[in-house]
Protein backbone atom coordinates (compact mmCIF):
# COMPACT_ATOMS: atom_id res chain seq x y z
CA UNK A 1 0.00 0.00 0.00
CA UNK A 2 3.05 2.43 0.75
CA UNK A 3 2.80 3.31 -3.19
CA UNK A 4 -0.94 4.26 -3.44
CA UNK A 5 -2.18 7.67 -3.31
CA UNK A 6 -3.72 8.97 0.35
CA UNK A 7 -7.25 8.58 -1.14
CA UNK A 8 -6.63 5.08 -2.24
CA UNK A 9 -5.29 4.21 0.98
CA UNK A 10 -7.96 6.08 3.22
CA UNK A 11 -10.48 4.10 0.91
CA UNK A 12 -8.90 0.95 1.76
CA UNK A 13 -8.63 1.82 5.29
CA UNK A 14 -12.23 2.45 5.28
CA UNK A 15 -13.35 -0.86 3.17
CA UNK A 16 -11.60 -2.65 5.87
CA UNK A 17 -13.02 -1.17 8.55
CA UNK A 18 -16.41 -1.89 7.40
CA UNK A 19 -15.15 -5.76 6.25
CA UNK A 20 -14.11 -6.21 9.73
CA UNK A 21 -18.05 -5.57 11.42
CA UNK A 22 -19.60 -7.22 7.95
CA UNK A 23 -17.02 -10.48 8.98
CA UNK A 24 -18.28 -10.34 12.73
CA UNK A 25 -21.65 -10.08 12.04
CA UNK A 26 -21.72 -12.64 9.19
CA UNK A 27 -19.00 -14.68 9.29
CA UNK A 28 -16.76 -15.62 6.11
CA UNK A 29 -19.68 -15.33 3.97
CA UNK A 30 -20.41 -12.09 4.48
CA UNK A 31 -21.19 -10.58 1.35
CA UNK A 32 -18.35 -8.26 -0.60
CA UNK A 33 -21.10 -6.24 -2.55
CA UNK A 34 -22.94 -5.46 1.21
CA UNK A 35 -19.52 -4.54 2.08
CA UNK A 36 -18.88 -2.17 -0.71
CA UNK A 37 -22.38 -0.38 -0.14
CA UNK A 38 -21.54 -0.21 3.79
CA UNK A 39 -18.41 1.64 2.19
CA UNK A 40 -20.26 3.30 -0.07
CA UNK A 41 -17.67 2.03 -2.69
CA UNK A 42 -18.72 0.38 -6.02
CA UNK A 43 -17.84 -3.61 -5.81
CA UNK A 44 -15.25 -2.91 -8.28
CA UNK A 45 -13.20 -0.84 -5.96
CA UNK A 46 -13.33 -3.25 -3.11
CA UNK A 47 -11.97 -5.95 -5.64
CA UNK A 48 -9.36 -3.51 -6.70
CA UNK A 49 -8.56 -3.64 -2.95
CA UNK A 50 -9.21 -7.43 -2.05
CA UNK A 51 -9.45 -9.58 -5.31
CA UNK A 52 -10.35 -12.61 -3.64
CA UNK A 53 -12.46 -13.14 -0.36
CA UNK A 54 -9.53 -15.08 0.66
CA UNK A 55 -7.24 -11.48 0.49
CA UNK A 56 -10.17 -9.65 2.26
CA UNK A 57 -10.51 -12.30 4.81
CA UNK A 58 -6.61 -12.31 5.40
CA UNK A 59 -6.66 -8.66 5.62
CA UNK A 60 -9.33 -8.61 8.12
CA UNK A 61 -7.66 -11.21 10.46
CA UNK A 62 -3.78 -9.73 10.20
CA UNK A 63 -3.48 -7.93 12.90
CA UNK A 64 -4.80 -10.36 15.59
CA UNK A 65 -2.58 -13.35 13.44
CA UNK A 66 -0.05 -11.12 14.76
CA UNK A 67 -0.85 -10.99 17.86
CA UNK A 68 -1.08 -14.66 18.05
CA UNK A 69 2.02 -15.40 16.16
CA UNK A 70 4.07 -13.17 18.90
CA UNK A 71 2.35 -15.48 21.82
CA UNK A 72 3.71 -18.61 20.26
CA UNK A 73 7.43 -17.06 19.91
CA UNK A 74 6.96 -16.15 23.92
CA UNK A 75 5.70 -19.64 24.78
CA UNK A 76 8.58 -21.02 22.83
CA UNK A 77 10.80 -20.27 26.35
CA UNK A 78 8.30 -21.43 28.54
CA UNK A 79 10.21 -25.22 29.85
CA UNK A 80 6.83 -27.22 30.11
CA UNK A 81 6.87 -27.46 26.14
CA UNK A 82 3.37 -29.16 25.76
CA UNK A 83 1.48 -27.01 28.23
CA UNK A 84 3.18 -23.63 25.99
CA UNK A 85 1.50 -25.68 22.91
CA UNK A 86 -1.88 -26.43 24.08
CA UNK A 87 -2.43 -23.07 25.76
CA UNK A 88 -1.56 -21.14 22.48
CA UNK A 89 -4.01 -24.03 20.10
CA UNK A 90 -6.26 -22.86 23.09
CA UNK A 91 -5.86 -19.34 21.96
CA UNK A 92 -6.75 -19.61 18.45
CA UNK A 93 -9.25 -21.75 19.18
CA UNK A 94 -11.55 -18.85 21.09
CA UNK A 95 -10.24 -16.26 18.99
CA UNK A 96 -11.44 -18.61 15.97
CA UNK A 97 -14.77 -18.70 17.63
CA UNK A 98 -15.12 -14.98 18.68
CA UNK A 99 -13.82 -14.06 15.19
CA UNK A 100 -15.92 -15.85 12.80
CA UNK A 101 -14.73 -16.30 10.02
CA UNK A 102 -10.74 -17.11 11.10
CA UNK A 103 -11.46 -20.77 10.67
CA UNK A 104 -12.30 -20.82 6.82
CA UNK A 105 -9.44 -18.50 6.19
CA UNK A 106 -7.42 -21.54 8.36
CA UNK A 107 -8.84 -24.29 6.08
CA UNK A 108 -8.66 -22.58 2.71
CA UNK A 109 -6.29 -25.32 1.23
CA UNK A 110 -3.44 -27.67 3.36
CA UNK A 111 -1.59 -25.27 5.24
CA UNK A 112 2.04 -26.12 4.38
CA UNK A 113 1.48 -25.82 0.97
CA UNK A 114 0.82 -21.90 1.66
CA UNK A 115 4.04 -21.39 3.45
CA UNK A 116 5.71 -19.33 0.97
CA UNK A 117 2.59 -16.85 0.77
CA UNK A 118 2.19 -13.71 2.73
CA UNK A 119 -1.00 -15.15 4.66
CA UNK A 120 -2.98 -15.73 7.76
CA UNK A 121 -2.75 -19.45 7.28
CA UNK A 122 1.09 -19.55 6.45
CA UNK A 123 2.14 -17.14 9.85
CA UNK A 124 -0.03 -18.89 12.16
CA UNK A 125 1.04 -22.59 10.73
CA UNK A 126 4.74 -20.90 11.21
CA UNK A 127 4.46 -19.94 14.80
CA UNK A 128 2.82 -22.72 15.26
CA UNK A 129 5.41 -25.15 13.96
CA UNK A 130 7.70 -23.76 16.24
CA UNK A 131 5.73 -24.63 19.36
CA UNK A 132 5.17 -28.14 18.08
CA UNK A 133 8.86 -28.73 17.01
CA UNK A 134 9.96 -27.90 20.45
CA UNK A 135 6.99 -30.43 22.18
CA UNK A 136 8.28 -33.32 19.89
CA UNK A 137 11.90 -32.61 20.65
CA UNK A 138 11.20 -32.72 24.44
CA UNK A 139 8.85 -35.80 23.94
CA UNK A 140 6.29 -34.70 25.36
CA UNK A 141 3.81 -34.73 22.11
CA UNK A 142 3.52 -37.72 19.67
CA UNK A 143 6.18 -37.62 16.69
CA UNK A 144 3.94 -37.89 14.04
CA UNK A 145 1.74 -34.57 14.81
CA UNK A 146 1.86 -32.31 11.93
CA UNK A 147 0.89 -28.87 12.95
CA UNK A 148 -1.44 -29.12 9.63
CA UNK A 149 -2.90 -32.02 12.02
CA UNK A 150 -3.35 -29.77 15.14
CA UNK A 151 -4.81 -26.63 13.17
CA UNK A 152 -7.24 -28.92 11.15
CA UNK A 153 -8.08 -30.17 14.41
CA UNK A 154 -9.12 -26.00 15.73
CA UNK A 155 -10.60 -25.72 12.37
CA UNK A 156 -12.82 -28.34 12.68
CA UNK A 157 -13.78 -27.27 15.98
CA UNK A 158 -14.51 -24.06 15.23
CA UNK A 159 -16.29 -24.98 12.03
CA UNK A 160 -18.44 -27.47 14.37
CA UNK A 161 -19.41 -25.49 17.07
CA UNK A 162 -18.97 -21.47 15.90
CA UNK A 163 -23.12 -21.40 14.77
CA UNK A 164 -24.23 -22.38 18.79
CA UNK A 165 -25.71 -20.88 21.39
CA UNK A 166 -22.81 -21.01 23.74
CA UNK A 167 -20.31 -22.44 21.14
CA UNK A 168 -16.86 -21.60 24.00
CA UNK A 169 -18.54 -24.72 26.42
CA UNK A 170 -18.60 -27.75 23.35
CA UNK A 171 -15.70 -26.33 21.94
CA UNK A 172 -13.91 -26.80 24.85
CA UNK A 173 -14.81 -29.96 25.47
CA UNK A 174 -13.81 -31.29 22.44
CA UNK A 175 -10.62 -29.25 22.44
CA UNK A 176 -10.22 -31.31 25.80
CA UNK A 177 -10.52 -34.24 24.22
CA UNK A 178 -8.48 -34.47 21.19
CA UNK A 179 -5.56 -32.94 23.36
CA UNK A 180 -5.45 -36.14 25.39
CA UNK A 181 -4.52 -37.92 22.03
CA UNK A 182 -1.46 -35.86 21.89
CA UNK A 183 0.28 -38.30 24.68
CA UNK A 184 3.47 -39.39 23.35
CA UNK A 185 2.32 -43.14 24.00
CA UNK A 186 0.19 -42.80 21.72
CA UNK A 187 -3.15 -43.72 24.20
Known amino acids: MTGQRSDA ?28 RN ?19 DAVFKQRVHVLCDRAHTLRGEDDSRSALVEWLRELLVYSLAARGLADVLSYEPL ?7 SCAA ?4 AGALLL ?10 EDITIDDLLTLIVGIALATENYTDPATPADR ?7 GFDPTGT
Open 174 to 180: AFRLAVA
Open 9 to 36: RRNYAHILAVAEAEVAAHGAQASLEQIA
Open 133 to 142: RKAIDDRVVR
Open 39 to 57: AGVGSATVRRHFPTRKALL
Open 112 to 118: QDEATQD
Open 123 to 126: DIGA
